[in-house]
């Protein structure tokens, strides 16, 4: 089998690669998703959902990808395509690893208008300008045009040129390449987004009853809004429900960046005996750190000592971009702890969506043999149609929230699914635990191969034919829905943003056709 490229660039250190992998993990996930999703049920029932996923399912995975990229890197393969190809020791493999372009490429297309919303938020708070409570909807509601479709949303919102910006920051520092790209940014970027959050905890944490006549709206209740569970019985209720270990299980791997393919490709440029149980497990610590420490004591209270009672739930979005910005107008130097909360929000998308263009331009570097200069036009000419799409179709976000669903959502599935499958059987027990151990100074106990091989797929299989039960066959009072495909038959911009995806995976499909052609050839030519 041909050798790929054995001169790949390595991470220059294993800090490095521990920020990068945290850079990728600690996104938007950690400050709006994960607040916004816990504190729709009960919270300690949550808490117990979240961390069963994060053992039986957040961290198995993990370590498997770490295991695999490094598989993959060492016999000169940074992709998931070259990497199961390798694995499987068939030309075929190299199809199961599409989704591991596909997901973080089309994941990108989106997360990059997200990132430039907080580029915005933060330009316009360091600019001195608050954004008043009875103007905060409205104006977000404008600023992303979500009130109806068209490229420059009524002629008043910079968005455009703010995720043109956005694109070539990404691009350019991943044309920099692995060191002095992708390590450099996550060795600034994560330490500073940490600082800034703790600078905020600190400050949300000391505000004691910012509006005297509200005193109930006050930190210890604040707190409470968000870590208080509801009581026994609302414990064992959520306990019981499906919906919340979906959701649970679903934070978990968006919020590690595991189930992507992204990890994989970073854990491919380490060195041959790198200790990757430890910088693998400090990568999730550090994660959920963010998460739970700095994400769960940041946006939730701070809305609450806003709103009161009212604070919204449901939507992570309004929860960022609505109702803080009223604290913020509420505060002495608002404008700066305004500035600064979007300064990490854009910070932590930032060392986010770089992970997400990584594994696109590797695959096209070694599966078509082009330079990197030509992999980045080619990533930058998919996505930015991709992205094109989502910000035109602005009305309702309905592009974005179909990508978000289909990609984000279903895909993900599909593929943590398939690597357990590739980890545990392909590569089998007995490589995959001398894979797993080399170089390791933590003791890895056996039964994690035991979790990977047969629970985690199982679980995996489980909740996700609950979850597209749920989804799709909701058999309520009103009959059979077939809520999602209900919709994907009669909307237009449904239609076209599912479309699109479609055309990604055919276009992905030719280059991995043309790849394995390449790779057979260099084979014969040995
Ligand atoms: N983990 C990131 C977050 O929490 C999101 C992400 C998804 C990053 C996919 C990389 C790949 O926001």
Known sequence: MSHGNLNRELWSSRIGVIFAVMGSAVGLGNFLRFPGQAAQHDIAAFMVAYFISLLIMGLPLALAEWAMGRYGGVRGFCSAPGVFRVITGRPGGAYLGLLGVLIPMVIFQYYVVIEAWCLGYALRYFSGQVITSDIAKDHFVKFTG?????????GGSPLLWLVVACFVLNLGLVY?????GIELTCKVGVPLLMLLSIVLVVRILTLGTPNPEFPERNVMNALGR?????????????????????????????????GFGVVITYASYVRHNEDIVLSGTTAVAGNEFCEVALGGMLTLPAAFLFLGAAVPLGSAMGLGFVALPGLFAMLPMGHIF???FFLLLFLAALTSSLSMIQPAVAFFEEGLGVSRKVAIVLVCAICSAGTGIVIYFSGDLKALDTMDFWVGTF???LLALIQTIVFGWVLGSKRAWKELRRGAALKVPRVLLFVLKFITPLVLIAVFLLWVHQEFFNFGTEGLHLGRLTQLANDRTVQIAFGWIILVVCILALCIHLAVERWKQEDRRK
């Open 146 to 154: 979500q009130a109806g479709d068209g490229l420059l949303f009524g």
């Open 176 to 180: 920099f390449g692995i060191r002095r």
């Open 226 to 258: 968000m870590w208080n569970p509801g009581g026994t019985e609302a414990f064992w209720n959520s306990l019981m429900n499906p919906g919340m270990w979906l959701s649970a299980a679903g934070q978990i791997f968006f919020s590690l960046s595991v």
């Open 338 to 340: 305004g500035g600064l």
């Open 411 to 413: 895909c993900i599935f």
